[in-house]
């Protein structure tokens, strides 16, 4: 790849990622839960308000930064460093996007479905174009990948079992700090599962020929 086709690429990844974090923001607006590797950094964020979920989703993104390099060691590759800024951007972008939809009025349930349906399409939205882009994961996906490629399984495989313990450990954290109250993690969180990888395909489908002729 030439070097503009490179900076074209990481200025789409740099937009995938404010349209993935105004995604979550959409979804927590809701109240209703986040997507299941935004629930661990979500209910923290219910315990812990000193900090904003941005914050958080940054704080957690490096602690699967870091588990990257503890499984892959001398196979981590450093240029996979450049998640760390990106993460850093994404959590600014999501607390910018929080303040986007604080506009919105959402206090009735069937307006709480609606952000939530929202943010999944706008979440799909971005990975797709983030995926299109091909130039470097995030911290989430790339954990994921790390992990199938150190123990060769499935990355979809991987995925789904990385999204479900994202789950657990979100359930217990809630448990622990909330007397036994679950918080943060609703129906919002089953829909954003079930529901992401669609849109992600449908997006990917209609915009992969038209982006790489641009890119």
Same mark, same amino acid.
């Given at each position: 790849?030439?070097?503009?086709?490179?900076?074209?690429?990481?200025? @789409?990844?740099?937009?995938?990622?404010?349209?993935?974090?105004?995604?979550?923001?959409?979804?927590?607006?809701? %109240? @209703?839960?986040?997507?299941?590797?935004?629930?661990?950094? =979500?209910?923290? $964020?219910?315990?812990?308000?000193?900090?904003?979920?941005?914050?958080? @989703?940054?704080?957690? =993104?490096?602690?699967? *930064?870091?588990?990257?390099?503890?499984? /892959?060691?001398?196979?981590?590759? /450093?240029?996979?460093?450049?998640? +760390?800024? !990106?993460?850093? /951007?994404?959590?600014?972008?999501?607390? !910018?996007?929080?303040? &986007?939809?604080?506009?919105?009025?959402?206090?009735?349930?069937?307006? #709480?479905?609606?952000?939530? +349906?929202?943010? *999944?399409?706008?979440?799909?939205?971005?990975?797709? !174009? $983030?995926?299109?882009?091909?130039?470097?994961?995030? $911290?989430? %996906?790339?954990?994921?990948?790390?992990?199938?490629?150190?123990?060769?399984?499935?990355?979809?495989?991987?995925? +789904?079992?990385?999204? *479900?313990? #994202?789950?657990?450990?979100? &359930? +217990?954290?809630?448990?622990?700090?909330?007397?036994?109250?679950?918080?943060?993690?609703? %129906?919002?969180?089953?829909?954003?599962?079930?529901?992401?990888?669609?849109?992600?395909?449908?997006?990917?489908?209609?915009?992969?020929?038209? /982006?790489?002729?641009?890119?």
């Amino acid at each position: 790849m030439s070097k503009t086709e490179i900076a074209k690429r990481y200025v @789409l990844f740099m937009i995938s990622l404010f349209f993935s974090a105004l995604g979550v923001a959409f979804t927590k607006h809701g %109240e @209703l839960g986040v997507s299941p590797i935004s629930s661990v950094a =979500n209910v923290m $964020s219910y315990k812990f308000d000193f900090f904003s979920l941005g914050t958080w @989703l940054i704080i957690w =993104n490096c602690f699967l *930064i870091i588990g990257q390099i503890v499984i /892959l060691r001398k196979n981590f590759q /450093l240029i996979q460093l450049l998640q +760390i800024p !990106l993460s850093f /951007l994404f959590g600014w972008f999501t607390d !910018l996007g929080m303040w &986007i939809v604080s506009f919105i009025s959402a206090n009735t349930y069937p307006m #709480c479905i609606v952000m939530v +349906i929202a943010g *999944i399409v706008i979440l799909g939205f971005g990975i797709s !174009l $983030s995926i299109i882009a091909n130039v470097i994961m995030n $911290s989430g %996906e790339a954990f994921v990948k790390a992990i199938s490629d150190i123990f060769h399984k499935k990355f979809g495989n991987v995925k +789904i079992v990385f999204d *479900i313990f #994202c789950v657990i450990m979100s &359930i +217990i954290l809630s448990l622990l700090f909330f007397d036994f109250t679950i918080v943060g993690i609703r %129906e919002g969180t089953i829909i954003s599962a079930l529901l992401t990888g669609v849109v992600v395909k449908f997006f990917n489908d209609k915009l992969k020929e038209p /982006l790489n002729k641009i890119l």
